[in-house]
Every structure is written in C-alpha cells, then in structure tokens.
C-alpha cells in the first residue's frame, strides 16, 4: 500500500481529537468517582497487553477503549482532589490544552533558529514569574541573568551545580575532570536529587555535606560555617551549597539569607530549591519566602507541582548567564547559525543536559493568561487557608498530634499511639481508595503527611479525610 494511505487524514483526525478531548473531559468530570491510589497487583496490567505488536494497524476506537480497559485500573490519580500524597502534579484545562498544541506544532526548540517563538515566548514568561514571584531583579533576561523551563527540579539543580563546578576551577573541571577537592554542602533534608546532581557532576557523595538542622528541619547556618571551617583546614574547596525553601519531607524553610551571606563569604555558588514552595511566593503574604534569594546564584520552582501546569514545566534562574552557558555549551559545526552567531539570541539548548528541547512555554503561557495572577493566587490562597484548618483541627485532637510547623501547605502529623498505629492508619486509607497520603520520617518517627494543593481540592474534600483518618484510626 501507498504509505501515505497508512496515515490519519485531517478529518480522522478532528474526529478522533474530539474523541479524545470528550474522554479527557469526562474523566476529569468523574475522577472523584475513581480509587485514587491504583489497585493493581505487579504485572497486572502487562498481563492485558498482546505479546506481540500488531502488524496491521487497528481503529482508533479500539485504541482509546484499551484506555478504559487496561490503562485506567493501573492509574493513580493524580488529578483527583482526594489526592494528598507526596506533593501534587497538578494540571488544569488552559495547561492541557497547551500541551496538545505543542505536540501539534510538534517542533524542537534547541536554537533560537529552530523556531524562534519557542525561545523568545520562554524567555518572555520567565520574565513575567520574576515579576509574579517577587524574585530579584538580577534573574531578569534584561539584567545579566534570565531564566528557563527545565524539564525538572532535578535537572536544574544539577546545571546548577556544573556551573558552581566550572565556575570554582576557572572552567577547568570541564576539560581535566571534577577537581577532587571540591565540597558541596546541603542539608540531611534535602532532596536526593542534590546527592544524585554531586554524583552526576563528579563531586563524589564524600565531598556531599549533609548539615545538621534545627528543630523545624531547617539547615543550621552555625553547622554548615563549622563544616566549611573544617574542609577548609583540611585544605578542600567549598564550592556550592543547596537551600531548601520547602523540604519535600516536611516544607521546612532554610535560612537562605543567611545561608547565602556565608555562602559569599568563602566565594560560593548559592543553589535554591524551592521545587514545592515557590508557587506560595504569588502570594504577597508569603513573600518572606524569598528572603535572601537576592543573595542566591540559582534558583527553581515546579509549576508542575503548584501552579496548575502539567509536568513537565520547571522554572529555573540565575544571576549570570553567561557562567551557565560557559558551563554547558558545545558547538558542532552542524548546529553553527547566523543568530547565534550574532549573540543577540538565546539557544537554551546551552542552559541544559539535553540538546532537543520540548515547546512547554506555551501550557505555562495558557495557564498564566486563564487564570491570571489573580485566580493563580486564590488558588494558593485557598490550599493554603485549608491546610491551616486541618493543622487546627489536629491539634485541637488529643489523639493526634503535628510533627513538623505547618509552613506552607504541608502538614506532618501523627497519630499519639506509635509508629505502627500511623502505618496502619495510612496502609487502611490508601487501600480504600477514598483518599492517598503518604508517609516520611521524621526525628525517627512515622509521621503522615497531608499534601494540600491539588488544583481541584476544596474544603468538603479535607474535611471528609479528616473524617476518614479519625475512623481508620479507630
Ligand atoms: C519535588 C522536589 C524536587 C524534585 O522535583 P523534580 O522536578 O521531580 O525533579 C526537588 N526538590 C524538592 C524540594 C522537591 O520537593
């Protein structure tokens, strides 16, 4: 057969599309309805799947049906607003609707060159997040610095510290290898993530200073001075450290300014992860969130986590630019253009691991313009609002108790009976399927965590978790 006969035509395709935007709305329209956490044992759904691809190609109906059939039992969902687990994913309709059509355009967006749109509307929002985050001035496109969508936390901080690297041996890790000298300091609160990027860059886990914290689990700056007091005298080079605004285990909030003054002192590179927390910064009450982010060489934020728009979408920033792009870019003869040339654009494919790039602008774009700064921050507003009242209402519980201070929307409590109590409480819920939550450590101790944020959680959902904890508790 003529291989163009083997394609959808346009008509197929709307009718097909529409197919697919009705499934999309109906699930969301029902999602509620769904066990949140999957049920499914291991192998399960691999057992439905055909042992072999098909040669002939088959309806799209019969496509989208095996969605229902086979995918959906192995879903857990994430978009339900009964979901309370690890932090939220978020999506919302303006972030999917954006997506789709940048799979439509279906371009790569590695140079400016490779569809100029891409780049200039990127850098253009990251721009407006300054601005809507109340960040500092010097991570502007217009100042020395700018920003970038990563597709994750995990990755910016890495680059971030491949530039502290380059940066602290005048770039020559990136000829001769990671200097074995060089220290990186972050708190035993961080995300692994900060262990997985020193690993990746070459510092090696002995050169990863995990430093003490307080009692609210944030770094202690008196810790992390005697640290590098001591690598110092041992005759290493403290290189970089990593702040937490939000621990994915409790949201606590390093003391970034002061964190960031020690940090200029011995010459550092200041890395902040704020993948969970940042969003709240929309909020002109929580701008003490960034204090001392003005003193910080990098910065991220998930608004794939809290700010409506589907993964991926991290937004990453620093201070200068050109100490990135330094850092990380390569150029074969086969990528060489006149605009690059010229200096007067941005080839973000030089701002991260990766060469290919995904156009995912355009569902951040979607989600700021719907909502507006305003329907974002009543949003946050109201998560923020309902963690609080579940905060209350646990303390108010003689047999409940908090575990961590309630600093964004996290809460981190347990039951007063023991550890095992608190796993059988969570083991009994997420079973049920009426709501997910998931666990952490805490000074020892199992402690459940209540994640407040998922785009469509009102106030009847927390209240009706809080029922249901009080009842699997017995
Ligand atoms: C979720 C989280 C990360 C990881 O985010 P990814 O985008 O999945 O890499 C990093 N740091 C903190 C504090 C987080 O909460």
């Known amino acids: 057969m003529d291989p163009s006969a083997y394609h959808m035509t346009p008509d197929e395709f709307r009718l097909n599309a529409r197919l697919v935007i009705d499934w999309i709305a109906d699930y969301l329209e029902r999602v509620e309805e769904y066990p949140v956490l999957s049920q499914v044992a291991p192998g399960e759904i691999r057992a439905k799947l055909p042992d072999r691809p098909p040669v002939s190609g088959e309806p799209f109906d019969t496509i989208l049906a ?15 607003p009964n979901f309370f687990g690890y932090f939220p994913a978020n999506s919302s309709g303006p972030a999917i609707l954006g997506e789709l059509l940048s799979a439509g355009l279906g371009i790569q967006g590695m140079l400016w060159a490779t569809s100029p749109a891409a780049t200039e509307l ?111 005298a041992a005759g290493l080079k403290p290189t970089a450290v990593v702040a937490t605004v939000g621990t994915t285990s409790s949201t606590a909030i390093d003391p970034v300014r002061r964190i960031g003054e020690i940090a200029r002192r011995h010459g550092m590179w200041l890395h902040v992860d704020a993948a969970l927390a940042g969003t709240a910064a929309l909020l002109p009450e929580m701008r003490w969130l960034n204090d001392g982010v003005d003193l910080a060489d990098s910065y991220v934020f998930n608004p794939h986590k809290w700010m409506l728009t589907n993964f991926d979408c991290s937004a990453f920033f620093v201070a200068d630019r050109s100490t990135l792009i330094r850092s990380l870019s390569v150029l074969p003869e086969y990528l060489r253009n006149e605009a690059s040339e010229s200096g007067k654009v941005f080839d973000y494919r030089d701002w991260q691991i990766p060469l290919g790039r995904r156009f995912r602008a355009l569902k951040l774009w979607f989600v700021i313009r719907h909502y507006g700064t305003e329907g974002l921050q009543a949003v946050v507003r109201e998560h923020l609002r309902l963690a609080r009242a579940f905060a209350s209402w646990v303390e108010a519980d003689p047999d409940f108790e908090l575990a961590a201070p309630v600093s964004v929307n996290l809460v981190c409590f347990r039951h007063v009976g023991g550890d095992d109590v608190n796993e059988r409480i969570l083991e009994t819920l997420n079973r049920s399927g009426d709501l997910l939550m998931t666990h952490t450590k805490l000074d020892g101790h199992y402690t459940l965590r209540m994640s407040i944020g998922q785009t469509r959680t009102e106030e009847r959902h927390v209240r009706r978790a809080w029922d249901l904890i009080k009842q699997a508790a017995g």
């Open 66 to 80: 095996d969605i229902d059939d086979i995918v959906l039992p192995g879903i857990t969902h994430w978009q339900s």
């Open 122 to 232: 990127e850098t253009h929002l990251m721009d407006w997040l300054v601005e809507m985050l109340g960040l500092p001035e010097r991570f502007l496109s217009t100042s020395a610095g700018g920003g970038v969508i990563q597709d994750s936390a995990s990755s910016a901080t890495l680059v971030a510290i491949l530039a502290a690297r380059e940066r602290a041996t005048g770039f020559e890790s990136s000829h001769r290898g990671t200097d074995p000298d060089l220290v990186v300091y972050t708190s035993n609160q961080a995300h692994s993530s900060v262990e997985k990027a020193a690993r990746i860059a070459g510092f090696g886990t002995d050169k990863l200073r995990l430093v003490e914290v307080d009692d609210t689990y944030a770094m202690d700056p008196e810790a992390l001075e005697a640290a590098i007091a001591a690598d110092l």
